[in-house]
């Protein structure tokens, strides 16, 4: 592993300490600066004659490679362009994805990562992380030795079987992970060389992907029961020793095993599941936004939720302590939140296998109160008929569920419907926008998982607000890492949905948009890291650190892509920089 060392100079400027030249530098994708070379680094670095002549700006470069990926009419083509950008100069990369973050984030996220993961064997380009897999067993800590850098403090792993809602695409989840650190560097300026993806390759039941002569993954059966949970317990005791002083991100485990891992290893080291909390605070500020516009108090919202995996029942429980917060209590409690699984409404007279639905399966007294009773069906138009929602919000998966005789229905009893299709990618998004507009005559107030382009409607443009977990995730790790938090809790999820729905301004609002816009990426990881640091601090799991002192502790680490001069580290013999070259 590197060491990647920056230093200050005598005024205070940064420089970093190159430990390779030649080609071995041109073609490291964190020390390069390609045509940005100045000539005093070329002479410096045996670069001379290895260049054209001109010496470009970061800007410049930005711009060249801009228009590159510009004229690539396939966002599959850009994904693999701006993948293939990643590899060759990571410094310019992240200029390009901060700089056009509104444009490209759909390309390095949702949707198009969805189609990156489903052909992720068939546009390899080079290998990024590291894939752990069961011939790793009683070598993992070694395995984690040869991550790139030695200083990591940011994971994303996943075990690729609930990607998006797309199910099992075997090692080529490992698109995910690259995906959400790309955006943990851009929105939350979390340095590169301290980020490592992470796949627990323990096979694939994708026959498909099975089938496939080209397929890159370990080419078995899931891991399933006790040898699964072995894996999983070495992969978490080896990163506890090898980077004791990560943030771990669970991500796109399939609902049982997401539930289990978090409650089970929440406690051992920092760490979250994003499909399970980021999901829940960005619903949850969307409702907050929502009862904004509409003028419903938060305690006077009703929540049906079509969906009772990972997503639906994280968004029931912030929800739940949401509306405690807000004085309910009792059965108002209860009845402010109801989920939906492929059966219908949860109730309790009804035999639940998994278990983190129960919590949310209403007393059969209640459901009967509301005429929700054994027989007389609880498919989502019979409950929205029943409960009159004011928030609809979709982690089914399961496109077109959102169906016009439930929109209507809905419309028939609230004045503005708060309608959340956040299943991802676009494919699997429970309905779309235009149709709902047009369904309740233009009032409803709509936000997506995916992104959507603004929709005409009455005389007026309705802004689709994108209820993206890049909103949350990145100042959720960014709070963690600079309050030094041991753990990441429940109330630093709160926070964040309470600090997202404040960064929806009054003119968003009136566009018809409950979320902030995309380019406001950064500004919005930022108050969300600071609100985790207070959190943090007050509840006793972080270091104290006097308001005034936040914001700038949160600013100061949030790393920017630029070019710093290099200084070199020390002589290398020629079988080193060979070696190096080779690696690179």
């Known amino acids: 592993m590197e060491k990647f060392t920056m230093t200050r100079d005598a005024q205070g400027e940064p420089r970093l300490s190159v430990p390779f030249r030649g080609l071995a ?26 260049l054209p002549q001109a010496v470009s700006t970061i800007e410049q470069q ?30 310019l990369f992240y200029r390009l994805l901060v700089d056009h973050i509104e444009e490209f984030l759909p390309i390095v996220y949702t949707p198009t990562v969805g189609l990156a993961c489903q052909n992720f064997s068939h546009i390899f380009r080079r290998a990024r992380g590291l894939w752990l897999t069961p011939a790793h067993r009683g070598r993992i800590y070694e395995a ?9 403090r940011l994971i994303v792993v996943t075990d690729n079987e609930r990607i998006l809602g797309l199910g099992d695409q075997g090692a080529g989840g490992m698109g995910i992970p690259i995906g959400k650190l790309a955006l943990y560097t851009a929105a939350a300026g979390i340095p590169p060389w301290q980020t490592l993806p992470i796949s627990l390759d323990v096979g694939t039941d994708n026959q498909a992907l099975l089938d496939d002569d080209l397929y890159l993954g370990w080419r078995f059966p899931r891991l399933r029961g ?11 005791q080896a990163v506890q020793r090898r980077f004791p002083r990560a943030l771990l991100q669970w991500e ?9 891992l978090l409650d089970r290893y929440r406690r051992m080291l920092p760490s979250f599941n994003d499909d399970i909390q980021g999901t829940a605070a960005v619903a949850v500020a969307g409702m907050m936004a929502g009862a904004r516009a509409t003028g419903v108090p938060i305690a006077e ?25 807000h004085g ?4 108002a409690l209860v009845a402010a939140v109801a989920n939906l699984d492929h059966h219908g409404m949860l109730v309790a007279d009804e035999a639940i296998a998994d278990e983190h639905k129960r919590d949310f399966a209403w007393p059969p007294a209640l459901a009967a109160k509301y005429g929700l009773v054994p027989g007389a069906g609880r498919d989502l138009e019979r409950v929205v008929r029943a409960l009159r929602p004011t928030v609809l919000i979709g982690t089914s998966g399961q496109p077109g569920t959102f169906t016009e005789a439930v929109v209507r229905e809905m419309a028939r009893h609230v004045e503005r419907p708060v309608i959340f299709p956040m299943s991802n990618p676009t494919s699997k998004s429970e309905a779309i926008p235009s149709l709902l507009l047009a369904w309740t005559d233009g009032r409803a107030l709509v936000a997506t998982g995916s992104p959507f382009p603004p929709v005409a409607h009455g005389g007026r443009t309705h802004v689709i607000g994108q209820g993206n977990n890049a909103f949350v995730f990145p100042g959720i790790g960014l709070g963690v890492l600079v309050s030094r938090a041991y753990q990441v809790t429940d109330g630093m999820f709160a926070a964040a949905a309470a600090t997202l729905a ?29 609100a985790v640091v207070r959190e943090a601090r007050d509840s006793g799991v972080g270091q104290v650190l006097e308001d005034s002192a936040i914001a700038p502790a949160v600013r100061a680490a949030m790393w920017e892509p630029a070019y710093v001069p290099l200084v070199p580290e020390k002589a290398i013999a020629p079988a080193e920089e060979s070696a190096a070259l080779t690696a690179g």
Do not use: C, M
Request: hydrophobic share 40%; net charge neutral.
């Open 25 to 50: 530098l041109l073609r490291h994708p964190l020390y390069t600066k390609g045509s940005a070379f100045t000539p005093e680094e070329r002479s410096a670095f045996g670069l001379e004659a290895l």
């Open 62 to 91: 930005g711009r060249r490679v801009y228009a590159n990926i510009a004229r690539k009419a396939d966002a599959l083509e850009k994904y693999i362009g701006l993948a293939g950008l990643q590899d060759r100069n990571e410094h």
């Open 144 to 152: 984690l030795g040869n991550a790139p850098f030695d200083d990591v």
């Open 226 to 236: 006790s040898d699964y949970d072995s894996f999983v317990e070495e992969f978490v």
């Open 252 to 260: 796109d485990f399939k609902k049982a095993n997401a539930f289990r």
């Open 301 to 325: 919202q009703r929540v049906v939720i079509l969906g009772a995996g990972a997503a639906g029942v994280g968004i029931a429980r912030l929800l739940r302590d949401t509306f405690r917060r």
């Open 328 to 331: 309910l209590s009792g059965d």
């Open 502 to 530: 404040g960064e929806v301004h009054a003119d968003d609002l009136a566009s018809g948009s409950l979320f902030p816009p995309a380019h406001a990426l950064r500004r919005v990881t930022a108050r969300i890291a600071e």
